[in-house]
Nanobody, 123 residues
Framework: QVQLVESGGGLVQAGGSLRLSCAAS????????MGWFRQAPGKEREFVAA????????LYADSVKGRFTISRDNAKNTVYLQMNSLKPEDTAAYYC????????????????WGQGTQVTVSS
């Protein structure tokens, strides 16, 4: 069982930056692929970024490439999402998730989910 707690969301102006954190419980954090997803009101959940257990492989959605960076610190059981050059269309609830499979953007491959943190980007 893995418990995930996100933090770092908030209100920011377009062009600004935020860093999201996701703290995980358990002693096997490094064995999990970690992902970030987001869901805006009235829209489907969408993949944002994912990172392998060792941190060597990363995957990004086209919509965030070059602006967002995923990273992890296995000693702290934490995964991060650095978000730069934020746009109003990035407004959503952001969720981190853990998977025992490969680095993927497919939500159903993730077994554990956090409660989410809200990011609002004003224009």
């Amino acid at each position: 069982q893995v418990q995930l707690v996100e933090s770092g969301g908030g209100l920011v102006q377009a062009g600004g930056s935020l860093r999201l954190s996701c703290a995980a419980s358990g002693r096997t954090f490094s064995s999990y692929v970690m992902g970030w997803f987001r869901q805006a009101p009235g829209k489907e959940r969408e993949f944002v970024a994912a990172i392998s257990g060792s941190g060597t492989r990363k995957l990004y959605a086209d919509s965030v490439k070059g602006r967002f960076t995923i990273s992890r610190d296995n000693a702290k059981n934490t995964v991060y999402l650095q978000m730069n050059s934020l746009k109003p269309e990035d407004t959503a609830a952001y969720y981190c998730a853990a998977s025992r499979t490969v680095v993927t953007g497919t939500g159903r491959s993730y077994d554990y989910w956090g409660q989410g943190t809200q990011v609002t980007v004003s224009s």
